[in-house]
């Protein structure tokens, strides 16, 4: 298992940008971030896939990035043109049990902490 966790959250306006981070224990090649809204389901928001692909919800394509500092262990969500229905809190995930392709939906093996994200 590896220990993730994540930072960056907090409160912003329609329109503004927030940075998301997330730091694992160990390099993971398959990572993601995931989100879950008040009363809602827990939902693939990106993914970055072993080859270094990035891979995309359509309802954040072309306004969120992610990405990955690997000498550092961490994974990033970029997330520009915020918008109130991105209002959720925003869960790192790790795929540890091999690789990973395309938008990889699960299972999961290790999950971080959450951090709050509130556009207004």
């Known amino acids: 298992h590896v220990q993730l966790v994540e930072s960056g959250g907090g409160s912003v306006q329609a329109g503004g940008s927030l940075r998301l981070s997330c730091v694992a224990s160990a390099y993971v090649s398959c990572m993601a971030w995931f989100r879950q809204a008040p009363g809602e389901e827990r939902v693939e928001a990106a993914v970055?896939?072993?080859?270094?692909?990035?891979n995309y919800a359509e309802s954040v394509k072309g306004r969120f990035v992610i990405s990955k500092d690997s000498a550092k262990n961490t994974l990033y969500l970029q997330m520009n043109s915020l918008k109130p229905e991105d209002t959720a809190v925003y869960y790192c995930?790790?795929?540890?049990?091999?690789?990973?392709?395309?938008?990889?939906?699960?299972?999961?093996?290790?999950w971080g902490q959450g951090t709050q994200v509130t556009v207004s």
């Open positions: 970055l896939e072993t080859r270094g692909s990035q």
């Open positions: 995930a790790a795929f540890t049990r091999g690789d990973c392709y395309g938008l990889y939906l699960g299972p999961y093996d290790d």
